[in-house]
């Protein structure tokens, strides 16, 4: 038993007071778990653009003040009543795409969604509908079913699993979002075939990922899409066969085009990993006649809507989209972290730079300069 199970938890957090504002790193006090629900001391968190998209204000369900995070890995400091699959000690990954095994989403086969915590979760609650999170008086919302930009959080039962404690939690908190995104997007979500010609625009974590899905099983071509150049050489790493700035190619020729004629005739399946729905209509017109499947990972800003002509529907193209890779966390992460420790998932090279918590906001600097895949925050140095 920890010595702080039962009592509440004074420790650091970046606190978002409002939109458009940096966050601030205050003391804020961290509430026992309730039943079903658990106690995590984070370690470490990585800066997603999804973070920076909430306090930007761009996201429309972002309200405010928040304890924002989603990427990132802790042990386990205590547990509520009825809590069986996790325990204290154990490493665990937050879950932003929860898990109950019990909900009709989760029975269905169907979907990875789960519907158990959705509607609290999405008003920033546990699922008690209250919060476990003050500062200076005042009530601070949960993000995503995680907050993991506080150095305690705590969630419910159903968004967390345990992972071996072989694997690095400084690595393997990247599972807990871009990479499985990515990856699971390609290998499940799309379920990419052998001989797939394949076309993936942008190249942050998430599509890079998509790339090691989609080598992994085998695909013909992996045209790799960014505006940045500097993308190239991350691309070609992760297993892309060729590179295409879509600036480069001059007035006369759309990316759609290119793509169309490299692949004789479309390609097999296509990711938007970008955000922008000019991108998602170019994903999907990249798409083969009759068959070709193109998937929407990014997500766009407040107030955005895609468009196509229907006739690229109605002849055979198909758009979709993935959620947390279609990968069901409680379940399936547990074997990525496997694959990862037996070498067949790169996750170490992600990291390309590192913070602390005091030290965030340098982290949402580096983000913005567009070198950076992750930034890693150790939550304690
Ligand atoms: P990122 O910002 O690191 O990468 C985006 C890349 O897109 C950058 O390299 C950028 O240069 C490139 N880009 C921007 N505009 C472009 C354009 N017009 N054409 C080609 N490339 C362009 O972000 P990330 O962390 O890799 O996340 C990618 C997207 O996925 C974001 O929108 C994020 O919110 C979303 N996301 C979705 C899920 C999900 O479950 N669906 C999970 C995680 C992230
Ligand atoms: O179940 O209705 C629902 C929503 C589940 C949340 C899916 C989130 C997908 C995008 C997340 C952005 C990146 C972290
Ligand atoms: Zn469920």
Known sequence: MSDTQGKVI??????????????SIEEI???PPKEGEVRIKVLYTALCHTDLFTLSGDD???AFPVVLGHEGGGIVESVGEGVTDVKVGDHVVPLYTAECRECKFCKSGKTNL???????QGQGKMPDGTRRFKCKGKELLHFMGCSTFSQYTVVSKYSVVAITDKAPLDKACLLGCGLTTGYGAATKTANVQEGDNVAVFGLGAVGLAVIQGCKVRKAKQIIAIDTNPGKKDWAMSMGATEFINPLDLGKDKSIVDVLVEKTDGGCEHTFDCTGNVQVM??????????????????????GKEISTRPFQLVTGRKWQGSAFGGVKGR?????????????????????????????IDQGFGFMHEGQCIRCVVDMWA
Do not use: M, N
Request: with cysteine; net charge negative; glycine share 10%.
């Open 10 to 23: 004074t420790c650091k957090a970046a606190v978002a007071w409002e939109a458009g504002k940096p966050v």
């Open 29 to 31: 006090t961290v509430d």
């Open 60 to 62: 429309p369900e972002g």
């Open 114 to 120: 789960c519907g158990a915590v959705r509607a609290t």
């Open 281 to 302: 209509r170019q994903a999907l017109e990249a798409c083969h006649k009759g068959w070709g499947v193109s998937t929407i990972i990014g997500v766009a800003a407040a």
């Open 331 to 359: 379940t399936e992460l547990p074997g990525l972290v496997d694959d990862y420790l037996a070498g067949k998932l790169t996750v170490d090279d992600y990291v390309t730079h590192r913070t602390t918590l005091d030290k």
